[in-house]
């Protein structure tokens, strides 16, 4: 086993007495090889400070004032081996200590990292300084539910992930159109995103306010990497079945200079869900040059990951059933002896980033990265002006025509005519038209683009003024272009495809403008890689300063911190419409916001190992550009009355550590008010598509959950969390209707949400799980199991308008109404995990690391992972084409070898 003895060397400067001024020198080695571990983190949680160690592995803590009889805490981190920490009891008597480090299993092998508490050390301490933040970082319950959960789609504490905010570098990237952070960016990438910081909902951080969802500072400086190098090559039945990375890193060097680079790839000709496929590869270099010994750093790190994959699709649980597949894939079809997928997405994001670290003293940091990025996005999807040519469109299902035997033989029997696209029909179709018409496509590819040009810009600066206080502050300027258009992407034997809007020509046959999609180019005539459709751009400019202050003490620590925050947009229009030709083309209104956030907490210290911290947070936030209009593809028409978000969070929390168990339990709840809800789906009434947006929308997210890991012995070490809690929509809020065809003027009404669950994500999840580890070997066992996950309800179903002539005494129109406004429940879910690994040190002081996982042992591909209502009001239809689903995948495998050297 890979181990670290970490030498403490304590030199006393002065004779004892109370407050005493001493040093804290030691030298982080390779348990195994006896060399040096360069690049290790070392906290030292008292004072809330953090070195690393040079080529030598040595750290060095000076001029700390320390009380007689007190004791220290330490903590060591570096990539390949598991956190630990080292307590000083006694500052005279110190002598060499031994810390045992587990080291780390590559991603898909037990979640990535052999928990820590596999080869902690069995001293126990009552040191009142331990930092509650040190152990939050590590906290059980999410370091296991992020991955264990993670294919029931389950949220920690229902959050969206627009509430998790992802940092590189010290460089926000959290796209400001929808307030994500984009993961396909750093995809393949895994051996340069494995460092960094850890901020746990909105505990404090020196890099960022944070967020209720928490906040991740991903470290790419190439001196933050060891010398090495580590080749991965790993099997998978998954969405790939290849997966392979390479890196090569010199470690910080004599002068200064580090450099790192990473290639990586995920391959499948075709994945685990029929028609589909994977093609990633993806790059990274990383430069840096220190000076004055650290004092100062500058680096440039680049990187880039493209891909195309084949995607999936949803579907009604009658074509699952009549496949006998609840894998089944309704997006592609046959052509040529060939497998073509309709839903192809491709992606690519390369992204540059500066950064410049100044540590004047060992008490000050300033922190300042420029990054740029240029996020290309696009996803293919059948159009057509005939009929219908998704194989399970409800009206072509036999429940729709009676259960019209033949219909349904043809279904069971998988003719590929009509379980998937018949792509001969589409392409013969077209010929047709070329013959016998002006060659217009009556089918195509069209190719819906989401471009995203953004440059951001953070400082930060952290400094101690005193032993008990630390003030951070930090400022970030953001400016964003978002170009959304689509493209021909293949006119599939066609010659054009006219640029109209099909649901317009059939409404209003006998207007030539109306059913224009650019007004500026009537009748147009779009070949293959031509704009058509709709095109326009978002401006998002935002700025935002924030100061946190942290008041460590004995028995208490107080944070409190506040940030402003500036943002607006508008929306630029490429084209004319038909339909709205005073407000689609050229500049829009001009949206600005002023937003101002507040967060406090205190941490009292039951002991050295026992805490109970309380967090309170408020912020309004502006509305995202993405969610404020509410036809963007048309209109500059946004929400009535619109305003910021406002967002209200309490939390309570008991932390212990002990030398056996550790773990937390925690009391939330976040209150949202005036959040914005959109839904877009196609009207059969209508017969166009409708943008349903909802403006002044509540929720409460409220819940009991818990993590606690006992380690009875270095062997054994058992796992168990849990989630209890319920999300529901807290009022009926006002909605606003747009028809694309312009059929109907906009309308306004109240939805009936009140009382609904928040769907998407399960409320009850639990987790128990064993590692065991002996001589170099792991197994892990894991069983998850969920509950309480509910379909997204359709607001169409839920207009007052549909119900107000309904009343429990007319027994048919109530039957009705319960019909169309129940929501889904899904049943609860059970999945089994096993892993097995082993690590093999070979003589040149490198080592491989071998390990083999099996997901979803228990899944028979029977657990609905989420589910979405049609927004459909039509009684005859029946009740199981109201939502369509996704399913787990079965069992996956994933076989891995980790070859690293010097």
């Known amino acids: 086993m890979l181990r670290c003895f970490v030498v403490l060397l304590l030199i006393l400067l002065i004779p004892r007495y109370l407050d005493a001024q001493i040093q804290i020198k030691g030298r982080v080695v390779d348990a195994l090889t006896g060399e040096p571990v360069e690049n290790a983190s070392v906290v030292l949680a008292k004072f809330d400070l953090r070195v690393t160690t040079n080529v030598a592995g040595v750290f060095v803590f000076s001029d700390l004032q320390v009380a007689d009889e007190e004791t220290i805490s330490l903590h060591v981190r570096h990539e390949g081996f598991a956190y630990r920490e080292f307590v000083l009891n006694d500052l005279d008597s110190l002598k060499m200590n031994y810390l045992d480090i587990s080291p780390e299993l590559p991603s898909g092998i037990a979640g990535g990292i052999i928990d820590e508490a596999l080869a902690d050390d069995d001293s126990e301490s009552s040191s009142q300084e331990i930092s509650a933040l040190v152990s939050i970082s590590n906290d059980v319950y999410l370091n296991t539910a992020n991955f264990q959960l993670s294919p029931f789609r389950f949220k920690i504490r229902g959050y969206s992930s627009r509430h998790e905010q992802k940092y590189i570098n ?339 046959p006998t207007s030539s403008d109306i059913k224009q999609n650019d007004l500026n180019h009537p009748q147009r005539k779009a070949i293959r890689g031509s704009v058509f459709g709709y095109e326009f751009l978002i401006d998002i400019n935002s700025a935002n300063f924030w100061i946190q202050n942290r008041h460590p003490s004995k028995w208490i620590d107080f944070h409190y911190g506040t940030k402003l925050t500036y943002t607006e947009f508008r929306r630029d229009g490429r084209m004319k419409n038909g339909r709205y030709p005073n407000n689609s083309y050229g500049k829009g209104t001009k949206h600005s916001f002023v937003d101002m956030a507040f967060k406090g907490g205190a941490n009292f210290k039951i002991s050295g190992r026992h805490f109970i911290t309380l967090n309170l947070s408020y912020a309004s936030e502006a509305p995202l550009a993405y969610d404020a209009y509410i036809s963007p593809r048309i209109s500059d028409k946004v929400l009535p009355d619109l305003k910021s978000g406002k967002i209200f969070s309490a939390d309570v929390n008991y932390i212990f550590s002990l030398s056996a168990i550790n773990g937390r339990v925690s009391v939330f709840q976040t209150n949202f008010n005036d959040q914005i809800l959109r839904q877009a789906y196609y009207s059969d009434f209508e017969r166009t598509f409708v943008n349903h947006v909802m403006g002044g929308l509540n929720k409460v997210h409220r819940g009991i959950e818990f993590g606690l890991a006992y380690k009875p012995n270095r062997r054994w070490t058992f796992y168990l969390l849990g989630t209890l809690a319920e999300y529901y929509y807290a009022n009926n809020p006002e909605g606003t209707i747009c028809y694309e065809n312009a059929r109907s003027e906009n309308m306004n009404e109240t939805v009936y949400l009140r009382n609904y669950y928040v769907g998407g994500t399960p409320q009850k999840a639990g987790v128990l799980k064993v590692n065991y580890f002996y001589k170099y070997w792991f197994f892990n066992f894991c069983v998850n199991g969920t509950d309480g996950n509910y379909v997204d309800i359709a607001t169409i179903k839920r207009l007052v308008s549909n119900y107000t002539t309904v009343t429990p005494t007319d027994e048919e129109s109530y039957e009705a109404y319960k019909i169309l406004t129940s929501q889904e429940r899904f049943k609860a879910s059970f999945t089994l995990d096993l892993s097995v690994g082993k690590i093999l040190y070979l003589p040149n002081k490198s080592s491989i690391v071998l390990g083999l996982t099996l997901n979803n042992v228990l899944n028979d591909k029977n657990i609905r992972a989420m589910g979405y209502e049609q927004g459909r009001l039509d009684l005859e239809a029946p009740r199981k084409f109201a939502a369509k689903y996704y399913y787990m995948q079965g069992i996956n495998g994933f076989l891995n070898v980790s070859y690293r050297f010097n």
């Open 170 to 508: 010290g460089v926000s990237f959290n796209d400001q159109l929808r307030g994500v952070f984009n993961f396909t960016s750093v995809g393949a990438l895994n051996d340069l995103t494995r460092n960094g910081d850890k901020i746990n909902f909105h505990n404090p951080s020196s890099f960022s306010f944070g967020s209720i969802g928490g906040s991740e500072n991903i470290i790419m400086r190439a001196g933050n990497y060891g010398k090495g190098k580590r080749f991965t090559v790993s099997l998978t039945n998954r969405n790939y079945y290849l997966r392979s990375i390479a890196s090569h890193s010199t470690g910080l060097m004599d002068n200064g200079w580090a450099f790192t680079a990473v290639v990586g790839g995920r391959y499948a000709h075709k994945g685990n869900v029929e028609g589909t496929s994977y093609r990633n590869m993806a790059y990274a270099f990383a430069l840096e040059k220190q000076w004055k010994a650290g004092e100062h750093s500058l680096s440039l790190t680049t990187f880039g990951s493209p891909i195309a994959r084949g995607m999936q699709s949803a579907s009604y649980q009658e074509a699952y059933d009549l496949t006998g597949n609840n894998l089944y894939n309704p997006v592609w079809g046959w052509q040529n002896g060939k497998q073509r997928n309709s839903k192809e997405m491709k992606a690519y994001d390369p992204t540059a980033i500066i950064s410049y670290l100044w540590k004047p003293n060992r008490l000050t940091t300033l922190a300042a990265g420029l990054g740029i990025h240029y996020g290309m996005y696009g996803s293919t999807a059948l159009n057509w002006f005939g009929s219908d040519p998704r194989p399970d469109y409800y009206r072509y299902l036999p429940s729709f025509s009676d259960n019209d035997p033949a219909i349904a033989e043809l279904w069971r029997n998988k003719d590929p005519t009509v379980t998937q696209i018949d792509w001969n029909k589409l392409y013969y179709a077209n010929l047709y038209s070329c013959t016998d018409g002006d060659g217009s496509a009556i089918y195509l590819i069209e190719n819906r683009r989401s471009d995203l040009f953004e440059i951001s810009f953070n400082a930060s600066l952290s400094g101690t003024l005193y032993e008990r206080l630390k003030i951070d502050a930090g400022i970030g300027l953001r400016t964003s272009v978002s170009d959304q258009y689509k493209t021909v992407d293949d006119l599939l034997g066609a010659k054009f495809v006219l640029d109209i809007d099909k649901f317009a020509e059939q409404d209003f």
